[in-house]
């Protein structure tokens, strides 16, 4: 499956400026509807024009107050017309539209071996026009994107695997229109460790929504120390990827997933502790 890349010169990125429309739901031509906040989440979100979803270019994001980063992001990605751009000169930032002290800025990384993730990744946003590829580019920076990665994280040999998800389903399937709506963020937990104010997510998720032959798809993806919280206390050295269901990562990250992607999963469910961690992207149900 080949992938389109364009070429952008300095001139055509002059002034380039959109207005951020955000992750779209009908973007595969079946309604995908964003993730539902629990009561006591809701009351811990940050309101953007009176609710709790922030719009950015190709992605959205719900905001916590307490935990100052992202409960979820959500994003379209559109692989026939991505652009190839450069991230020179472009710095992360907080975002201006929102309250600075709702965000964990540099503050939370300078003098220290913390990571910059981008929860929403890069590559997956810059498509479109070339303004609006370059808008995405600059938003996918905001601090709201962006969750701090723990040194083990970093150096598990799992980490190749999270990051080459999307990369994988267009290598092994047939995507229609090569079309991807994706939901991610870090796990929250009362036990993380809390650092300069921040408490560290050690966990997170990913879910991949696309269509192949017609059929809506919905993975799900766990990127975890282990999967059975009784075993936690081992304090396992490497972190694992599971591929898990839909229902387990709701139970996972209290968030309501809507029934589409319940329908669109149909990944056999077996007792957690029989789930094994991925050991490459080749041993993804897709």
Same mark, same amino acid.
């Given at each position: 499956?080949?992938?389109? $890349? %364009? *070429? /952008? ?6 002034? +380039? ?6 992750? @779209?739901?009908?973007?595969l ?11 006591e ?8 024009e009176?609710g ?6 190709? $992605? %959205? *994001? /719900? ?6 980063l +992202?409960?979820?992001?959500a994003?379209?990605? @559109? ?24 965000q ?14 981008h ?24 601090y ?5 990665q723990?040194?083990?994280?970093n ?12 990369n ?12 991807v ?16 104010g ?24 766990l ?13 396992l ?10 229902g ?37 149900t897709?």
């Amino acid at each position: 499956m080949k992938v389109v $890349f %364009s *070429l /952008s010169t300095d001139a055509d990125l002059a002034n +380039a400026s959109i207005d951020r429309i955000g992750y @779209d739901p009908e973007f595969l031509g079946t309604s995908v509807a964003l993730p539902i906040l629990d009561a006591e989440a809701l009351q811990d979100a940050v309101l953007w024009e009176g609710g709790n979803v922030i719009p950015c270019t190709h $992605f %959205s *994001l /719900s905001l916590s107050k307490s935990r100052r980063l +992202a409960r979820w992001v959500a994003w379209n990605i @559109d692989g026939s017309a991505t652009k190839r751009l450069s991230r020179s000169g472009i710095d992360f930032d907080k975002d201006s539209r929102l309250p600075e002290e709702f965000q964990s800025g540099n503050e939370l990384y300078q003098g220290n071996r913390l990571d910059r993730g981008h929860i929403a990744r890069r590559a997956d946003l810059v498509w479109g026009e070339v303004a609006e590829a370059q808008q995405a580019n600059e938003d996918s920076f905001f601090y709201t994107n962006i969750a701090p990665q723990m040194d083990d994280f970093n150096q598990s040999s799992q980490e190749g695997i999270w990051g080459q998800l999307e990369n994988a389903l267009y290598e092994q399937v047939d995507v229609e229109g090569l079309k991807v709506s994706v939901f991610g963020g870090p796990v929250f937990q009362s036990g993380d460790q809390v650092y300069r104010g921040v408490g560290l997510p050690s966990e997170y998720w990913k879910l991949i929504v696309f269509k192949e032959g017609g059929v809506l798809k919905a993975r799900a993806f766990l990127l975890t120390q282990d999967l059975d919280q009784l075993r936690v206390a081992l304090a396992l050295d490497e972190f694992r990827v599971y591929q898990v269901s839909v229902g387990e990562l709701e139970q996972w990250t209290r968030l309501e997933f809507a029934e589409t992607l319940h329908l669109a999963d149909d990944l056999v469910v077996v007792r957690v502790e029989e789930i094994t961690p991925l050991d490459s992207t080749v041993d993804i149900t897709w």
